[in-house]
Nanobody, 121 residues
Framework: QVQLVESGGGLVQAGGSLRLSCLAS????????MAWYRQVPGKQRELVAT???????NYADSVKGRFTVARENAKNTVYLQMNSLKPEDTAVYFC???????????????WGRGTQVTVSS
């Protein structure tokens, strides 16, 4: 099966930076897109950033100019560099792999368990 494991979350002061990483493991043939979502208690999970295997990116308006998504396709890894963090960025950040083709299983989407990011004012 496929597992996504996030790392890099933590506590940081406003204006600081964090770098999240997500490694997808398993017998993976191909991943179409990898994305980061975030969620705060009582609210819907929202898209933060997406990057396709071809390098196309998409960002939420609230993070444009501050966050950068990157991928290492050969390592099935996606990163999220977060700069100029604000208290409103506080959330659990989830890694999402879309269109994951696993030999013998097919193509599905997968989620990580999330990593907490807390930005203090």
């Amino acid at each position: 099966q496929v597992q996504l494991v996030e790392s890099g979350g933590g506590l940081v002061q406003a204006g600081g930076s964090l770098r999240l990483s997500c490694l997808a493991s398993g017998t993976i043939f191909r991943i179409n897109a990898m994305a980061w979502y975030r969620q705060v208690p009582g609210k819907q999970r929202e898209l933060v950033a997406t990057m396709t295997s071809g390098g196309n990116t998409n960002y939420a308006d609230s993070v444009k100019g501050r966050f950068t998504v990157a991928r290492e396709n050969a390592k099935n890894t996606v990163y999220l560099q977060m700069n100029s963090l604000k208290p409103e960025d506080t959330a659990v950040y989830f890694c999402n792999a879309q269109g994951v083709t696993v030999l013998g299983i097919g193509t599905n989407n997968y989620w990580g368990r999330g990593t907490q990011v807390t930005v203090s004012s």
